[in-house]
């Protein structure tokens, strides 16, 4: 099963030039803004959205707009976005850039395209990403978030999963499963974006990027509005 997984996907991004070539012509800037703008939607219907305590006390959120998912049988999703971690003064880190990809067997057909934001609950998950290829379900517990306000009550009863992951589309959240899906450091985006040929995604989210843009500083100050507990 896992073979044809890995095949779908390898088919996907062979025939699709949408997910083949995203890495390539995105603007790395735009993907920071997009981010803000889906934080943004957190705070703004926190009764539909993700719960408050629970984003308050992550180690650390990845935020991915627009992740392709298509299928005809054999389907796939893959997407690139950003991670951000907590440091143990309570301060955002600056951005990584990181891929997600995954794919599923099953009948299916067509495409769309959604948010996907995963929420850590400890470091040890961040660890596993920087130290390459990770794997949702199988190097980390990871669980469909609750949604809203009501929501909040049921993390009490799930703390076994190690992130919980999210879609957003037409504005509103949801508990999305994937497991199977892999995240990885887009080291490429991470040089582009920082100046930096030998930048890792450790460096950034140490603090070692040695950057500071406008849309880095607005994203962090709606991450640090979004969660204020240390």
Request: hydrophobic share 45%; aromatic share 4%.
């Given at each position: 099963?896992?073979?044809?997984?890995?095949?779908?996907?390898?088919?996907?991004?062979?025939?699709?030039?949408?997910?083949?070539?995203?890495?390539?012509?995105?603007?790395?800037?735009?993907?920071?803004?997009?981010?803000t703008d889906i934080l943004k939607?957190?705070?703004?219907?926190?009764?539909?959205?993700?719960?408050?305590?629970?984003?308050?006390?992550?180690?650390?959120?990845?935020?991915?707009?627009?992740?392709?998912?298509?299928?005809?049988v054999i389907g796939g999703r893959?997407?690139?976005?950003?991670?951000?971690?907590?440091?143990?003064?309570?301060?955002?880190?600056?951005?990584?850039?990181?891929?997600?990809?995954?794919?599923?067997?099953?009948?299916?057909?067509?495409?769309?395209?959604?948010?996907?934001?995963?929420?850590?609950?400890?470091?040890?998950?961040?660890?596993?990403?920087?130290?390459?290829?990770?794997?949702?379900?199988?190097?980390?517990?990871?669980?469909?978030?609750?949604?809203?306000?009501?929501?909040?009550?049921?993390?009490?009863?799930?703390?076994?999963?190690?992130?919980?992951?999210?879609?957003?589309?037409?504005?509103?959240?949801?508990?999305?499963?994937?497991?199977?899906?892999?995240?990885?450091?887009?080291?490429?985006?991470?040089?582009?974006?920082?100046?930096?040929?030998?930048?890792?995604?450790?460096?950034?989210?140490?603090?070692?990027?040695?950057?500071?843009?406008?849309?880095?500083?607005?994203?962090?100050?709606?991450?640090?509005?979004?969660?204020?507990?240390?």
């Amino acid at each position: 099963m896992k073979g044809i997984v890995t095949l779908g996907i390898a088919v996907l991004l062979a025939l699709n030039p949408v997910l083949s070539c995203e890495a390539a012509s995105d603007d790395r800037e735009e993907k920071i803004v997009l981010a803000t703008d889906i934080l943004k939607e957190i705070t703004v219907i926190p009764e539909k959205g993700i719960p408050p305590s629970l984003l308050n006390d992550a180690a650390g959120v990845a935020i991915i707009p627009n992740v392709i998912k298509i299928g005809f049988v054999i389907g796939g999703r893959h997407g690139t976005g950003i991670l951000l971690v907590r440091g143990r003064n309570g301060q955002w880190s600056n951005p990584s850039f990181i891929s997600l990809t995954g794919g599923s067997v099953g009948w299916q057909i067509g495409a769309q395209a959604t948010d996907v934001i995963l929420v850590f609950k400890n470091r040890k998950s961040i660890d596993g990403i920087m130290d390459g290829k990770f794997t949702l379900g199988a190097d980390a517990a990871v669980a469909a978030g609750p949604v809203g306000r009501r929501g909040e009550a049921a993390t009490d009863t799930m703390l076994k999963a190690e992130i919980y992951s999210y879609s957003r589309s037409r504005g509103l959240f949801a508990g999305v499963s994937l497991e199977g899906s892999a995240l990885q450091i887009d080291d490429k985006a991470n040089a582009s974006y920082y100046g930096r040929r030998d930048i890792t995604g450790r460096n950034v989210l140490s603090g070692a990027a040695g950057r500071e843009t406008p849309e880095i500083a607005r994203l962090r100050a709606m991450l640090a509005a979004s969660t204020p507990k240390p």
